[in-house]
């Protein structure tokens, strides 16, 4: 026998399913919960339930301490491509953006250096960047590159496409990579990059890339908003 709280939660989601659709919510924002539970005659933990369940299917999104905003649609990710990130979001009709946070050298050790075949205590570039699509943080990302095949490319503009600065600057394309793609909690230092509470769920891929010659040249860790993204390949 379904409960009474279950069939309000249900009926909660059809309503705002059907206010979302007819276009109700000005700019993308739903109201306070406050203001949602007053207007729904039900209580905030009746409706969070129900806006949960939104979020899971991907109808609504939440960031932390600014409310629930209407979803846009996933970006499409296919891993077999070698499109960069302006690339792929303008060819989806998106408008993207990157804010670099930190660029600097750094010494490797552990899995960073077994990813970058690098003996321990090796020097390489990080550069960290936080990446939008139409004005919505999605992806935190940190890039470890090989200073012997980039040098002085800390100097250079890294909100640009680094896909794109390799082939232009010096003469480097990729040639292959691996992929590692993982559920999971987004960790202390990306979640708030994210507008999300740490432990929210999230998608870590693990990049290794290699160039035309073969020689493993860097290695991304992306840290991507779960509701997101959309991994799509066909082989």
Not at 7 to 32: M, N, Q
Not at 86 to 110: K, N, P
Not at 150 to 169: C, K, M, V
Request: glycine share 8%; hydrophobic share 40%.
């Amino acid at each position: 026998m379904v409960s009474t709280a279950v069939k309000t939660v249900d009926v909660i989601c059809e309503v705002l399913l059907a206010r979302i659709t007819d276009g109700e919510f000005a700019g993308g924002r739903l109201p306070s919960e406050r203001a949602l539970s007053e207007q729904l005659s039900t209580t905030r933990i009746t409706l969070r339930e129900a806006l949960s369940q939104l979020e899971a299917q991907g109808k609504i999104y939440r960031e932390l301490r600014r409310g629930w905003f209407i979803a846009p649609p996933r970006l499409i990710y296919n891993p077999l491509h070698h499109s960069h990130f302006h690339a792929m979001a303008a060819e989806q009709g998106r408008v993207a953006r990157t804010e670099v946070l930190a660029a600097q050298e750094v010494r490797v050790s552990g899995r960073l250096a077994e990813d970058l075949l690098l003996p321990t205590g090796s020097s390489v570039y990080c550069i960290r960047r936080l990446r939008s699509i139409d004005g919505r943080a999605v992806l935190y990302v940190e890039h470890y590159l090989n200073p012997v095949w980039f040098p002085g490319l800390l100097n250079e503009d890294l909100t640009r496409s680094l896909t794109d600065l390799y082939d232009q600057r010096y003469g480097i394309r990729y040639g292959g990579a691996r992929f590692t793609i993982l559920p999971g909690p987004l960790p202390d230092f990306a979640a708030p990059m994210l507008k999300v509470a740490a432990g929210m769920p999230g998608l870590l891929i693990t990049r290794i890339n290699r160039d035309q010659h073969g020689r493993v040249i860097d290695c991304d860790y992306e840290y991507w908003r779960y509701d997101a993204l959309c991994v799509d390949v066909e082989v």
